[in-house]
C-alpha cells in the first residue's frame, strides 16, 4: 500500500467498521473482547498507546522497507509488532527469530545473515513479503492481495491455496478473505476439511492467520491515529 493510497486505507477502516456484520467476527470477538484481562493489557502496553509519533525504535528502517514494498510504514510497523515486539533478539518455540520473526532457511533465501540484526532481519524479511506479493498478484483487489500476503506469511501459501480450493468448491470467492477464504482457514482445523479430496496440506489451526490478519490491519489503524506517514 503506497503512501499516496488513502482509498486503500479508507477501505480499511471501512472493512473494521464491517467486519462486525460477519461470521468470521464472532472468532475475534470472543477472543480480545469477552477475555477482558487480555484486552486491557494488549491496550495498556507500551506500543499500542505510544504518543508523539513514534512507533518503535526501528522506524526508519522500517520505513526505507515499507517503500520497497509500496506500503504505509506503519502497516508494515504493525506486523513488526505482531511478530516480535519490535524485540531484535526474540526466539520462537520453532525457531524463528528477529524482528520478523524468520526461520532460518528463510533468513538465509533471502539474504539475511544475522538473523538477529535488524537490517538483516527486516531486509529479508521485506523480500519475502515481496515475493508473497507477486505470489498474490492475481488476487484484484489490493486491500484483499495484502490479506493474503499477511496470511500466507503466518501459516504458508499452501494452506492459503487449500482454503481457496475449499472456498470455491463450496460455491463462495477464492479472492475475497473474509466470510470466504478466512472461512475455510478456520474450517481447515475440521476433520471433514482438511481430508477433503481438494486440500493438499492437511490439518491447519487456521484461527491463528485469521486472528493474524486482523491484528495487524486493526494495530494499523490505531498507528494511523498517532504516527505520521
Not at 493489557?41 to 498507546?49: C, K
Not at 513514534?54 to 520505513?63: A, C, L, R, T, V
Not at 523480500?127 to 483487489?141: A, E, F, G
Not at 495484502?146 to 463462495?172: C, M, W
Amino acid at each position: 500500500m503506497r503512501r499516496n493510497s488513502p482509498k486503500l486505507q479508507e477501505s480499511i477502516n471501512q472493512w473494521l467498521t464491517e467486519l462486525k456484520y460477519e461470521p468470521t467476527f464472532n472468532v475475534l470477538y470472543n477472543k480480545y473482547h469477552r477475555n477482558k484481562r487480555f484486552f486491557a493489557d494488549r491496550v495498556a502496553s507500551e506500543t499500542f498507546s505510544f504518543t508523539g509519533g513514534q512507533i518503535s525504535p526501528f522506524d526508519q528502517i522500517i520505513q526505507e522497507n515499507a517503500h520497497t514494498l509500496g506500503w504505509d510504514w506503519r502497516l508494515l510497523a504493525s506486523q513488526v509488532y505482531q511478530e516480535s515486539q519490535f524485540d531484535p533478539n526474540a526466539r520462537s518455540w520453532a525457531g524463528a527469530g528477529g524482528l520478523l520473526q524468520l526461520m532460518p532457511a528463510t533468513a538465509r533465501e533471502f539474504g539475511a545473515t544475522r538473523i538477529s540484526d535488524p537490517k538483516d532481519n527486516l531486509g529479508a524479511g521485506t523480500k519475502y513479503l515481496k515475493w508473497l506479493l507477486n505470489y498474490w498478484k492475481d488476487i484484484p483487489d489490493s486491500l484483499q492481495r495484502i490479506k493474503f500476503v499477511l496470511g500466507s506469511y503466518n501459516t504458508g501459501q499452501g494452506h492459503v491455496e487449500d482454503a481457496r480450493r475449499l472456498t470455491q468448491k463450496f460455491g463462495k470467492n477464492p479472492d475475497q478473505w473474509d466470510d470466504n477464504v478466512a472461512e475455510y482457514l478456520l474450517k481447515k482445523s475440521q476433520e471433514a476439511f482438511f481430508n477433503d479430496e481438494v486440500v493438499q496440506f492437511g490439518y491447519c489451526r487456521g484461527e491463528e492467520p485469521v486472528n493474524y490478519v486482523y491484528e495487524i490491519l486493526e494495530r494499523y489503524q490505531h498507528y494511523q491515529n498517532f504516527a505520521a506517514e
